[in-house]
Nanobody
Framework: QVQLAESGGGLVQAGGSLRLACAAS????????MGWFRQAPGRGREFAAA???????TVADSVKGRSTIFRDNAKNTVYLQMNSLEPEDAAVYCC???????????????WGQGTQVAVSS
């Protein structure tokens, strides 16, 4: 099992940027597929981005062109760089570690507590 701790959230003006980080415990970080999901008040959990063990990434249409996911296996950390933030991006962002993107999307795997992102218009 791996434990995850997110950081980097906060309040930013529309058009601004944030870099979220998710630090993982344990020695097997590189063996996990890592994902970022978000949940806004009154809405269901939404996939944002994921990155495979080999570094291949996929990003949701809602953030495509504005967000990048990348990982640093030496630091056991996965990042979500978000640019041109919009009020609609406000949510709690959680990272997850698992065996595949589809399993993460189904709610499987290990999850962090999340970090809050607020965007002022």
């Amino acid at each position: 099992q791996v434990q995850l701790a997110e950081s980097g959230g906060g309040l930013v003006q529309a058009g601004g940027s944030l870099r979220l980080a998710c630090a993982a415990s344990g020695r097997t970080f590189s063996s996990y597929v890592m994902g970022w999901f978000r949940q806004a008040p009154g809405r269901g959990r939404e996939f944002a981005a994921a990155i495979t063990r080999s570094g291949g990434s996929t990003v949701a249409d809602s953030v495509k062109g504005r967000s990048t996911i990348f990982r640093d296996n030496a630091k056991n950390t996965v990042y979500l760089q978000m640019n041109s933030l919009e009020p609609e991006d406000a949510a709690v962002y959680c990272c997850a570690a698992g065996a595949s993107i589809s399993l993460l999307a189904a709610g499987s795997g290990n999850w962090g507590q999340g970090t809050q992102v607020a965007v002022s218009s």
